[in-house]
């Protein structure tokens, strides 16, 4: 009996990896290379742009499978759409059948639109992927009279929750040095923690120059390929998509949130810890104006804390004036333009040059002493601000504000 137990229980165990590295090597983006349509009838007679056609002329001859008269030959239909992707109108799509491999290819204008893999429920997530595992998203472009152009973007969900979206918006990562010879992009992409599905697209920045030249492009080819297996250990993962608003003394925090539930974020400024929320924001105070922080946040459950950090270097806004510029007058910047503020009011300033400033509050000429960093008025409606700042130095103001509380 444990004999066949530990045969069985084996077994099983050595299914395991090869279950989690099913999709390694393998291409998960159907249709790419253009080759699959739906039926159609007899060829329809659409009319590209005059200005595309004119400049196309030269270039283009017998490429859409044209005879010698211009007229398209047999039931040949350059309009189809191909199966599995939605196309944008304003591409002005057309396949052709100077492919790269097979018959063909799709050609597309620069116009400022895109097209995206979906299935044939028309999902545009339907992407199976594996959380922690690294794709190779590849495809081949030819094409005349254009700057470097394509923006790939990959969304990443769990359960249909979005999780992040890659988009590579770096020039570095476009279709570059377009010319009439293939050429392969290739970009890789690694999906975040508990990551179950992704949405691959293609954007065309529009380009008005290249419309004006007749420019386009032709692509064909286009994979994504696992060539890692996934993380499937139960480590906690960092929030995603870090981001800073910056302010001269204070930076506003924002992070997509990780798929694990009721996680804490810890957040770091400079290696010190400063605080952690159950949020998806943190606004991280006391700073110096025109100053580099870097920051880290990391997810914390029960007494667990995840091994990697989101991470990001960014930098306060200096002062406006200068410390002795008579023009420098110290403000709350969240008191709005229109005098309205809410009942608990940050004491965020801007042109404040010194930390240790002596501040006195006074609402309705009542002193009131802060709670937290804030103001907390005790209804909504009109109320009279009263400030005096003292800096360390004799410099001093007073300021006043008439508030609508919301």
């Known amino acids: 009996m444990t004999s066949t137990y530990s045969r069985l229980l084996f077994g099983l165990l050595a299914l395991l990896p090869t279950a989690l590295a099913a999709q390694v090597g393998q291409n998960i983006i159907p249709n790419g290379s253009f080759e699959e349509y739906a039926a159609t009838a ?3 007679r659409h009319q590209v742009r005059a200005d595309h056609e004119a400049a196309d002329d030269d270039d283009d001859e017998n490429e859409d499978g044209d005879d010698e008269n211009g007229k398209h030959s047999g ?4 309009y189809a759409k191909p199966l599995y992707w939605y196309i944008n109108a304003s591409l002005f799509s057309t396949r052709v059948t100077d492919a790269h491999s097979g018959k063909f290819a799709l050609k597309l204008y620069p116009n400022g639109g895109s097209f995206f893999t979906r299935d044939k429920d028309f999902n545009a997530y339907h992407l199976k992927v594996e959380a ?3 794709y190779r998203l590849t495809y081949w472009y030819k094409g005349q009279k254009m700057a470097p152009n394509v923006v790939v973007t990959v969304d990443w969900l769990r359960g249909g929750t979005h999780l992040k979206k890659d988009a590579r918006e770096n020039k570095a990562d476009y279709a570059t040095n377009i010319s009439e010879q293939w050429q392969q992009k290739v970009l890789t992409f690694t999906a975040p923690a508990g990551a179950d599905h992704a949405g691959v697209g293609l ?3 529009y380009d008005s120059e290249a419309n004006e030249k007749g420019g386009f492009i032709v692509i064909d080819d286009i994979e994504m390929v696992q060539t890692s297996a996934g993380n499937t250990d139960d480590r906690l993962a960092p929030p995603e998509n870090l981001k800073a608003k910056t302010q001269q003394r204070e930076l506003e925090l924002s992070w997509l949130p990780t798929a694990e539930p009721e996680v804490n974020y810890e957040v770091k400024v400079n290696g010190k810890a400063v605080g952690t929320t159950t949020g998806t924001s943190f606004v991280v105070t006391q700073l ?16 667990t804390r995840s091994t990697k950090a989101a991470t990001l270097s960014t930098a306060t806004e200096a002062l406006t004036h200068a410390v002795n510029d008579e023009n420098r007058i110290p403000y709350l ?5 229109n005098g309205t503020c809410p009942r608990a009011l940050p004491l965020f300033w801007k042109e404040l040059a010194d930390a240790n400033a002596k501040i006195t509050y006074w609402v309705d000429d009542q002193k009131q002493e802060p709670t937290d960093g804030r103001l907390l008025f005790t209804k909504s409606g009109e109320h009279f601000l009263h400030i005096l700042v003292v800096e360390s130095d004799g410099r001093e103001w007073e300021i006043d504000y008439q508030l609508n509380v919301d």
């Open 288 to 303: 110096a104006p025109g100053t580099s922080y870097n920051i880290e946040v990391v997810t914390l459950k029960n007494n």
């Open 132 to 134: 922690g595992a690294e």
């Open 333 to 337: 910047y969240k008191v709005r333009e």
């Open 42 to 44: 007899a060829a329809r």
């Open 75 to 78: 039931d040949f239909d350059p």
């Open 203 to 205: 954007y065309l920045n």
